[in-house]
């Protein structure tokens, strides 16, 4: 089992930049693939980023591609999100999520089922 514990929301300018950080306990936090989703207020939740046990195969949606990037440090049981020129549409909680099995690091993850969630961190973005 594995709890997840976000931190790094707050409140930026737009055109501004935050890096969001996912903590797991648990020894087993390097077998899992991870996950970023957001929600906005009224919208459903929306699948952002995606990175495999290893690292070495990250994912990012159409959506934030150029912009937003994904790491992962298994030594801190922690991942990342690293967000540049935020924009103001993306306000929403941002979700930590981890998948046990080797799922495909791809869009499909908008419809996978998640093993864990975290309990989401809030980001602002001000215009």
């Known amino acids: 089992q594995v709890h997840l514990v976000e931190s790094g929301g707050g409140l930026v300018q737009a055109g501004g930049s935050l890096r969001l950080s996912c903590a797991g306990s648990g020894r087993t936090f390097s077998r899992y693939a991870m996950g970023w989703f957001r929600q906005a207020p009224g919208k459903e939740r929306e699948f952002v980023a995606a990175?495999?046990?290893?690292?070495?195969?990250?994912y990012i949606a159409d959506s934030v591609k150029g912009r937003f990037s994904i790491s992962r440090e298994d030594a801190k049981s922690t991942v990342y999100l690293q967000m540049n020129s935020l924009i103001d549409g993306e306000t929403a909680v941002y979700y930590c999520a981890a998948v046990l099995e080797l799922p495909p690091i791809d869009a499909s993850w908008s419809s996978r089922a998640i093993d864990y969630w975290g309990q989401g961190t809030q980001v602002t973005v001000a215009s």
């Open positions: 990175i495999n046990w290893s690292g070495t195969s990250p």
